[in-house]
């Protein structure tokens, strides 16, 4: 090699790095035990194999924020003069401590090797690190040494040689961990700000050797060296402070902690994972008191109860829901049902009235009455990721996830899926970024849909409970919950060994400590959640529950038609109330009685009722006609010849093409068919008591196929294009649309094929 090897030594106060710097240079420094000695740089050349080193000896640093003027200087030094290679000192018997710095120098990107210094007071206590076992799981180089006797150090210098020629000329790769998710959006938000910034204006070539999103983490840190930095516009400066105000009003809100902390809380996490799994073994002496959290993951991530616990935990979540949930769900249904009512005596017949009714009231209250049991979910799930549950669920299935070709940290973009029911496919797909293998990224971005988003809880709460006793219910939503990680699992496998093959990488998951939630933390994540509901109800579903409307509107029925059942409705009308003038002159009643075959009725009361059940059924032709020449019954009838194998009649078409759009018009447009195509309007006033009357349409094999196409079939329109810019391709948004939507016909047509011949 013919160009010089520039080294930078970097490593907290008293870890051993200027006896190493000493060591490899030949140069004579003071070596003091307390902080701060070498607040100036000092370079030094070393010989390794013939080839010039330069090493330069940073100040000791604890880490890479600029708290003090040792570490504004290192990390200036590591930006603008870019050396080759980092060796890292670190504290052996410290090791956790000392990582932290690890992980802000491997963020900046910069090639990392790891110097595990002090070994010799390591085994002098009994202890030892797995230094093989640490470097596969980070992914740098990782050498034991000791700086007093020289021991490794010959070593180590030839380890970061190797590494510097390897990446030289290469761009630096930093490395990108999950913060959570008050903090992650907020960091993507701020890093594209930054990088259109640096894009559009001259500022980005001096900027250039710091990575975007690790200065977005600088400001949310509060970092005053990079805030005031020239190369930040003023612009930019106002738009990051109050990105930077808004989300720290939002954590003391709800967690009553600040940005940093939350930042070092996930790093230290990050820190725990890496040394999961006995990469560090103390001697029972030095052992020590392990800490709360500690004890509590000896029983919640153990090997055995570990999984039985979640499950309970997740079946948990369902049964709560559902217990208190049911009461204000029924208010909110009798609401709706009450405002139907009203306004249909009260307008005068018409398009608009059909519109309110059929279109707002009945697609919109379809959709608003689920609020009350979801927002009970909402809060139950805020309650297992605030108090850091969520985390080791997540090492917990690690195990699981790499024998399906996955990587550890897919399981966080799963939760937030709906993998507790309840989440959304949206911020899951941008939940990937945090995967360094682009294949593991994808895999994990096309089958994530699969979970139970809370797109699909209203029709699965709708199905549940008209197919399934109340004791049974949970059960069954916990089912389809698991369904779901079934199929996305399998899926992903199938992917992994197909069109997206390639090797594992190696699995770290951050651990944040556990933390007793606030009520007003878990109220305000809980009401952020629910409010997205409504809002979405009140927006995106009213727009396309109008739209479907319409499309079930119009055209209408042919005039010759249309007056062909005019004409037998009058008939009958007239015999209808012919059949009450009898009725009031035989003494009798002509109020719809009670069914009660036990009781006895008059014989112009059976008339009556005669002529009721004939009207009743001729409206009920004539509306079901009227869809049916719609052009989204037309679309509907259409595709029956195919859909009728998964048990799927016209009307159900229709409602599933509008889940295409956003899944919660799965329900409305029922809502909307039923009340344009009234089953018995003067028996069933809700949507679920119309689905239990039309035993026609509906069996528990035609429910338990709808709600498995539903689970699986395409993602909704936003959660495509959000596909499209994480994976930079159409074709991957397109083939996530189709493989989702067929692999979901195939397993409709099994279950219902299958219920049909066994329920």
Known sequence: MDSQITVALAGNPNCGKTTIFNYLTGARQHVGNYPGITVEKKDGMARCDGQDVRVIDLPGTYSLTAYSQEEVVARRTLAEERPDVVIQVADAGALERNLYLTVQLMELGIPVVLALNMMDEVHRRGDSIDSARLAATMGIPVVECTGRSGLGLDTLLRTAVALAAEVRGKEWNPLKISYGTDIDPVVDEMTALIVQEFAETSSGASASSYPPRWLALKFLEGDGDVREASFISEDLRNALDALLDKTAKHLDLTLQTYPEAVIADFRYGYITSVLRGDIVTRHKESAGRRSFSDKLDQVLTHTLLGPLIMLGIFYLVYKVAFEFGAY????????????????????????????????????????????????????????????????????????????????????????????????????????????????????????????????????????????????????????????????????????????????????????????????????????????????????????????????????????????????????????????????????????????????????????????????????????????????????????????????????????????????????????????????????????????????????????????????????????????????????????????????????????????????
């Not at 997540?394 to 709906?418: E, K, Q, T």
């Not at 009450?580 to 009643?589: M, N, R, T």
């Open 328 to 759: 204000p769900m029924d208010v909110v249904d009798a609401f709706f049902g009450w405002l139907g009512d009203m306004v249909d005596a009260n307008m005068s017949d018409g398009l608009l009235k059909s519109m309110v009714v059929s279109g707002v009231i009945a697609g919109v209250g379809g959709v608003m009455v689920f609020v009350p049991l979801i927002l009970v979910m909402f809060l139950l799930i805020a309650f297992l990721e605030d108090s850091g549950y969520m985390a080791r669920a997540a090492y917990m299935l690690d195990r699981v996830f790499r024998v399906f070709g996955l990587h550890g940290s897919s399981v966080m973009p799963y939760v937030i899926s709906g993998g507790i029911a309840g989440g959304c496919a949206v911020p899951g797909v941008m939940a990937t970024r945090t995967l360094r293998s682009p294949k593991e990224k994808l895999a994990t971005m096309l089958t994530l849909p699969f979970m139970t988003c809370g797109a699909k809880i209203p029709v699965f709460i709708l199905f549940v409970g008209v197919f399934f006793a109340a004791e049974h219910q949970p059960t069954v939503m916990l089912c389809l919950t698991l369904t779901g990680w079934a199929l996305a699992l399998l899926s992903a496998w199938v992917l992994r060994h197909t069109v997206i093959k390639g090797d594992p990488t190696p699995f770290v998951m951050e651990l944040p400590p556990y933390r007793l939630p606030t009520l007003r933390g878990l109220l305000l994540h809980t009401w952020e959640r629910g409010w997205q509901y409504i809002k979405k109800a009140g927006t995106i579903i009213l727009a396309i529950s109008i739209l479907i409307w319409a499309l079930m509107t119009f055209p209408t029925l042919p005039a010759d038609v249309a007056e062909r059942h005019d004409v037998v409705i009058a008939q009958l009308e007239e015999k209808v109330g012919a059949a009450e003038e009898s009725v009031l002159a035989a003494g009798g009643s002509i109020e719809a009685p009670e069914e009660d075959e036990d009781a006895e009725k008059l014989p112009e009361e059976l008339l009556l009722a005669e002529a009721r059940d004939a009207l009743a059924e001729a409206e009920n032709i004539k509306s079901a006609e009227t869809l049916r020449n719609s052009i989204a019954g037309r679309i509907g009838t259409a595709l029956e010849p195919v859909s009728r194998y998964a048990g799927f009649e016209w009307r159900t078409n229709i409602a599933l093409l509008g889940g295409f759009a956003a899944k919660e018009v799965l329900v409305s447009s029922l809502g909307t068919a039923y009340s344009l195509g009234e089953v018995d309007p003067e028996e069933a006033e809700s949507l679920a008591e119309k689905i239990k009357a039309d035993t026609g349409t509906w069996s528990m094999a035609n429910a338990l196929s709808l709600m498995i196409f539903v689970l699986v079939y395409a993602p909704c329109v936003v959660t495509i294009a959000a596909i499209r810019r994480e994976a930079n391709s159409w074709g991957w948004a397109l083939f996530s649309l189709v493989f989702s939507t067929a692999l979901a016909y195939v397993l409709a047509v099994g279950v219902y094929q299958i219920g049909k011949a066994v329920l």
